[in-house]
Protein backbone atom coordinates (compact mmCIF):
# COMPACT_ATOMS: atom_id res chain seq x y z
CA UNK A 1 0.00 0.00 0.00
CA UNK A 2 1.43 3.39 -0.84
CA UNK A 3 2.77 4.40 2.09
CA UNK A 4 2.51 4.27 6.50
CA UNK A 5 -1.16 5.96 5.97
CA UNK A 6 -2.10 6.06 2.67
CA UNK A 7 -4.96 8.69 1.47
CA UNK A 8 -8.53 7.62 1.53
CA UNK A 9 -7.91 7.21 -2.28
CA UNK A 10 -4.59 5.30 -2.36
CA UNK A 11 -6.59 2.85 0.46
CA UNK A 12 -9.69 2.06 -1.77
CA UNK A 13 -7.58 1.57 -5.20
CA UNK A 14 -5.38 -0.88 -3.24
CA UNK A 15 -8.31 -2.73 -2.32
CA UNK A 16 -9.53 -2.67 -5.87
CA UNK A 17 -6.30 -3.63 -7.08
CA UNK A 18 -5.97 -7.78 -8.25
CA UNK A 19 -2.64 -9.71 -7.88
CA UNK A 20 -1.57 -9.50 -11.60
CA UNK A 21 0.97 -11.98 -13.40
CA UNK A 22 1.67 -10.99 -16.54
CA UNK A 23 4.29 -10.02 -19.74
CA UNK A 24 5.28 -6.10 -19.04
CA UNK A 25 6.50 -4.63 -21.90
CA UNK A 26 9.43 -2.93 -20.45
CA UNK A 27 10.16 -5.36 -16.90
CA UNK A 28 9.45 -8.59 -18.17
CA UNK A 29 7.27 -11.77 -17.08
CA UNK A 30 6.50 -10.67 -13.07
CA UNK A 31 3.76 -9.68 -10.80
CA UNK A 32 2.45 -6.04 -11.60
CA UNK A 33 3.14 -2.92 -9.35
CA UNK A 34 0.22 -1.36 -9.05
CA UNK A 35 -2.72 -0.54 -11.50
CA UNK A 36 -0.96 1.09 -14.55
CA UNK A 37 1.39 -1.57 -14.79
CA UNK A 38 -1.32 -4.07 -14.85
CA UNK A 39 -3.04 -2.23 -17.47
CA UNK A 40 0.14 -2.07 -19.35
CA UNK A 41 0.46 -5.99 -19.36
CA UNK A 42 -2.89 -6.24 -21.90
CA UNK A 43 -4.96 -9.01 -22.42
CA UNK A 44 -3.25 -11.65 -21.46
CA UNK A 45 -2.30 -11.03 -17.55
CA UNK A 46 -3.48 -12.89 -14.78
CA UNK A 47 -5.55 -12.46 -11.59
CA UNK A 48 -3.87 -14.49 -10.04
CA UNK A 49 -5.91 -14.07 -6.83
CA UNK A 50 -9.29 -14.28 -8.73
CA UNK A 51 -8.08 -18.24 -9.95
CA UNK A 52 -6.63 -18.59 -6.59
CA UNK A 53 -9.27 -18.61 -4.56
CA UNK A 54 -12.04 -19.66 -7.04
CA UNK A 55 -9.96 -23.20 -6.76
CA UNK A 56 -9.57 -23.07 -3.70
CA UNK A 57 -13.75 -22.06 -2.51
CA UNK A 58 -14.49 -25.24 -5.68
CA UNK A 59 -12.18 -27.70 -3.69
CA UNK A 60 -13.97 -26.35 0.10
CA UNK A 61 -17.37 -27.53 -2.14
CA UNK A 62 -16.24 -30.76 -3.65
CA UNK A 63 -14.59 -31.77 -0.33
CA UNK A 64 -17.52 -31.12 2.12
CA UNK A 65 -20.15 -32.56 -0.81
CA UNK A 66 -17.79 -35.36 -1.02
CA UNK A 67 -17.57 -35.98 3.06
CA UNK A 68 -21.40 -35.69 3.03
CA UNK A 69 -21.65 -38.43 0.59
CA UNK A 70 -19.13 -40.96 1.62
CA UNK A 71 -20.81 -40.27 5.33
CA UNK A 72 -24.68 -40.80 3.84
CA UNK A 73 -26.82 -43.12 5.84
CA UNK A 74 -30.40 -43.80 5.94
CA UNK A 75 -30.48 -43.99 9.64
CA UNK A 76 -30.10 -40.36 11.47
CA UNK A 77 -28.57 -38.12 9.70
CA UNK A 78 -25.73 -35.54 10.97
CA UNK A 79 -25.85 -31.76 10.09
CA UNK A 80 -23.94 -31.69 7.11
CA UNK A 81 -25.45 -34.66 5.55
CA UNK A 82 -29.15 -32.47 5.90
CA UNK A 83 -27.69 -29.64 4.93
CA UNK A 84 -26.56 -31.10 1.91
CA UNK A 85 -29.84 -33.25 1.12
CA UNK A 86 -31.97 -30.09 1.81
CA UNK A 87 -29.59 -28.08 -0.92
CA UNK A 88 -29.95 -30.93 -3.61
CA UNK A 89 -33.69 -31.35 -3.15
CA UNK A 90 -33.90 -27.43 -3.71
CA UNK A 91 -31.91 -27.54 -6.88
CA UNK A 92 -33.38 -30.75 -8.39
CA UNK A 93 -36.91 -28.85 -7.85
CA UNK A 94 -36.01 -25.83 -9.28
CA UNK A 95 -34.51 -27.64 -12.29
CA UNK A 96 -37.86 -30.01 -12.56
CA UNK A 97 -39.89 -26.80 -12.68
CA UNK A 98 -37.83 -24.82 -15.03
CA UNK A 99 -36.21 -26.98 -17.70
CA UNK A 100 -38.13 -28.94 -19.74
CA UNK A 101 -35.98 -30.76 -21.59
CA UNK A 102 -33.74 -34.06 -21.05
CA UNK A 103 -30.04 -34.02 -19.66
CA UNK A 104 -28.33 -35.47 -16.66
CA UNK A 105 -25.90 -32.52 -16.80
CA UNK A 106 -28.11 -29.82 -15.83
CA UNK A 107 -28.67 -30.76 -12.62
CA UNK A 108 -25.72 -31.37 -11.33
CA UNK A 109 -24.38 -27.58 -13.30
CA UNK A 110 -27.09 -25.83 -10.86
CA UNK A 111 -26.38 -27.56 -7.94
CA UNK A 112 -22.20 -26.45 -8.61
CA UNK A 113 -23.09 -23.08 -10.19
CA UNK A 114 -24.97 -22.04 -6.88
CA UNK A 115 -22.78 -23.52 -3.90
CA UNK A 116 -19.62 -22.01 -6.20
CA UNK A 117 -20.96 -18.38 -7.11
CA UNK A 118 -22.03 -18.49 -3.40
CA UNK A 119 -18.91 -19.05 -1.70
CA UNK A 120 -17.65 -16.53 -4.28
CA UNK A 121 -19.95 -14.49 -2.81
CA UNK A 122 -19.36 -15.20 0.66
CA UNK A 123 -16.16 -14.20 0.99
CA UNK A 124 -17.25 -10.43 0.54
CA UNK A 125 -18.47 -10.76 4.52
CA UNK A 126 -14.58 -11.38 5.13
CA UNK A 127 -13.48 -7.69 6.96
CA UNK A 128 -11.99 -5.95 4.07
CA UNK A 129 -8.43 -5.27 5.51
CA UNK A 130 -8.09 -9.23 7.17
CA UNK A 131 -6.96 -11.43 4.33
CA UNK A 132 -5.18 -8.35 2.60
CA UNK A 133 -3.15 -7.62 5.73
CA UNK A 134 -2.22 -11.28 6.36
CA UNK A 135 -0.65 -11.89 2.76
CA UNK A 136 1.19 -8.48 2.87
CA UNK A 137 2.97 -9.29 5.79
CA UNK A 138 3.80 -12.40 4.15
CA UNK A 139 4.80 -9.59 1.05
CA UNK A 140 1.94 -10.08 -1.09
CA UNK A 141 1.20 -6.53 -1.99
CA UNK A 142 -2.14 -6.77 -3.08
CA UNK A 143 -4.83 -9.33 -2.74
CA UNK A 144 -8.49 -9.33 -3.73
CA UNK A 145 -10.66 -12.44 -2.46
CA UNK A 146 -13.60 -11.94 -3.54
CA UNK A 147 -13.79 -13.77 -6.91
CA UNK A 148 -17.10 -12.51 -8.20
CA UNK A 149 -16.17 -8.90 -7.85
CA UNK A 150 -13.25 -9.57 -10.73
CA UNK A 151 -15.07 -9.43 -14.42
CA UNK A 152 -13.00 -11.80 -15.49
CA UNK A 153 -14.02 -14.58 -13.48
CA UNK A 154 -18.03 -13.47 -13.59
CA UNK A 155 -17.59 -13.46 -17.65
CA UNK A 156 -15.59 -16.70 -18.13
CA UNK A 157 -18.21 -18.48 -16.05
CA UNK A 158 -21.08 -16.99 -18.44
CA UNK A 159 -19.03 -17.72 -21.34
CA UNK A 160 -19.12 -21.33 -20.33
CA UNK A 161 -22.76 -21.07 -20.01
CA UNK A 162 -23.06 -19.68 -23.73
CA UNK A 163 -20.87 -22.50 -24.66
CA UNK A 164 -23.81 -25.24 -23.30
CA UNK A 165 -26.39 -22.70 -24.81
CA UNK A 166 -24.80 -23.04 -28.17
CA UNK A 167 -24.20 -26.94 -27.84
CA UNK A 168 -27.56 -28.01 -26.76
CA UNK A 169 -29.49 -25.37 -29.21
CA UNK A 170 -27.00 -27.19 -32.25
CA UNK A 171 -28.01 -30.92 -30.28
CA UNK A 172 -31.72 -30.67 -29.92
CA UNK A 173 -32.23 -27.93 -33.68
CA UNK A 174 -29.32 -29.28 -35.70
CA UNK A 175 -27.78 -26.85 -37.19
CA UNK A 176 -30.49 -25.67 -39.73
CA UNK A 177 -33.02 -25.44 -37.11
CA UNK A 178 -30.61 -23.31 -34.74
CA UNK A 179 -29.69 -21.25 -38.16
CA UNK A 180 -33.22 -21.43 -38.94
CA UNK A 181 -34.13 -19.58 -35.42
CA UNK A 182 -31.80 -17.28 -36.06
CA UNK A 183 -32.37 -16.19 -39.09
CA UNK A 184 -36.36 -16.59 -39.76
CA UNK A 185 -37.71 -15.49 -36.07
CA UNK A 186 -39.84 -13.77 -35.53
CA UNK A 187 -40.47 -12.17 -39.03
CA UNK A 188 -39.94 -14.85 -41.64
CA UNK A 189 -37.74 -15.26 -44.33
CA UNK A 190 -37.98 -11.59 -46.24
CA UNK A 191 -36.52 -10.04 -43.33
CA UNK A 192 -33.78 -12.09 -42.38
CA UNK A 193 -31.02 -9.65 -41.95
CA UNK A 194 -33.27 -8.10 -39.28
CA UNK A 195 -33.98 -11.58 -37.90
CA UNK A 196 -30.19 -12.06 -37.48
CA UNK A 197 -29.26 -8.76 -35.97
CA UNK A 198 -32.46 -9.03 -33.30
CA UNK A 199 -31.96 -12.76 -32.57
CA UNK A 200 -28.05 -12.30 -32.84
CA UNK A 201 -27.75 -9.13 -30.26
CA UNK A 202 -30.44 -10.92 -27.86
CA UNK A 203 -28.26 -13.93 -27.90
CA UNK A 204 -24.96 -12.39 -27.28
CA UNK A 205 -26.85 -10.69 -24.79
CA UNK A 206 -27.19 -13.63 -22.43
CA UNK A 207 -23.50 -13.93 -21.90
CA UNK A 208 -23.10 -10.48 -20.99
CA UNK A 209 -25.66 -9.53 -18.77
CA UNK A 210 -25.10 -12.92 -16.56
CA UNK A 211 -22.10 -12.15 -15.99
CA UNK A 212 -22.28 -8.17 -15.50
CA UNK A 213 -25.18 -8.50 -13.41
CA UNK A 214 -23.30 -10.83 -10.70
CA UNK A 215 -20.39 -8.71 -10.78
CA UNK A 216 -21.74 -5.04 -10.17
CA UNK A 217 -23.47 -6.05 -7.80
CA UNK A 218 -20.72 -7.71 -5.82
CA UNK A 219 -18.03 -4.88 -6.66
CA UNK A 220 -20.76 -2.15 -5.41
CA UNK A 221 -21.35 -4.19 -2.02
CA UNK A 222 -17.65 -4.71 -1.90
CA UNK A 223 -16.83 -0.68 -2.52
CA UNK A 224 -19.50 -0.18 0.57
CA UNK A 225 -17.28 -2.07 3.01
CA UNK A 226 -14.48 -0.34 1.62
CA UNK A 227 -15.75 2.84 2.07
CA UNK A 228 -17.18 2.13 5.78
CA UNK A 229 -13.58 0.72 6.42
CA UNK A 230 -12.24 4.23 6.01
CA UNK A 231 -14.61 5.94 8.20
CA UNK A 232 -14.06 6.24 11.81
CA UNK A 233 -14.18 3.32 13.79
CA UNK A 234 -17.29 3.89 16.10
CA UNK A 235 -19.51 4.91 12.51
CA UNK A 236 -17.35 1.47 10.52
CA UNK A 237 -19.47 -0.77 13.63
CA UNK A 238 -22.82 1.60 12.94
CA UNK A 239 -22.89 0.93 8.99
CA UNK A 240 -21.12 -2.53 9.05
CA UNK A 241 -23.15 -4.75 10.64
CA UNK A 242 -26.27 -3.56 9.42
CA UNK A 243 -24.95 -3.65 5.71
CA UNK A 244 -23.56 -7.81 6.37
CA UNK A 245 -27.17 -8.42 7.20
CA UNK A 246 -28.48 -7.03 4.38
CA UNK A 247 -25.71 -8.14 2.00
CA UNK A 248 -26.21 -11.64 2.95
CA UNK A 249 -29.03 -11.26 0.98
CA UNK A 250 -27.49 -10.32 -1.62
CA UNK A 251 -24.87 -12.99 -1.68
CA UNK A 252 -27.63 -15.74 -1.59
CA UNK A 253 -29.62 -13.82 -4.12
CA UNK A 254 -27.06 -13.51 -6.82
CA UNK A 255 -26.15 -17.25 -6.75
CA UNK A 256 -29.60 -17.83 -7.55
CA UNK A 257 -30.23 -15.74 -9.86
CA UNK A 258 -27.18 -17.00 -11.85
CA UNK A 259 -28.30 -20.76 -11.64
CA UNK A 260 -31.93 -19.92 -12.45
CA UNK A 261 -31.07 -18.18 -15.50
CA UNK A 262 -28.52 -20.48 -16.43
CA UNK A 263 -31.47 -23.22 -16.35
CA UNK A 264 -33.82 -20.84 -18.28
CA UNK A 265 -31.11 -20.42 -20.94
CA UNK A 266 -30.27 -24.02 -21.66
CA UNK A 267 -34.25 -24.82 -21.35
CA UNK A 268 -34.96 -22.14 -23.64
CA UNK A 269 -32.50 -23.27 -26.21
CA UNK A 270 -33.60 -27.19 -25.58
CA UNK A 271 -36.93 -26.05 -27.11
CA UNK A 272 -37.78 -27.45 -30.74
CA UNK A 273 -39.91 -25.37 -31.75
Excluded at 172 to 181: D, I, L, R, Y
Excluded at 194 to 201: P, S, T
Aim: net charge negative; glycine share 8%; hydrophobic share 55%.
Amino acid sequence: MAGANPTPSEYIQHHLQNLTFGLHPENGLGFAHGAKEAAEMGFWAVHVDTIGWSIFLGLIFITLFRSAAKKATTGVPGALQNFVEILVEFVDQSVKDTFHGRSSLIAPLALTIFVWVFLMNLMDLVPVDFLPALFMALGVDYMKVVPTTDVNATLGMSLSVFVLIIYYSIKVKGVNGFVGELTLQPFGKKMIPFNLLLEGVGLIAKPISLALRLFGNLYAGELIFILIAIMPFWIQWALSVPWAIFHILVIVLQAFIFMMLTIVYLSMACEDH
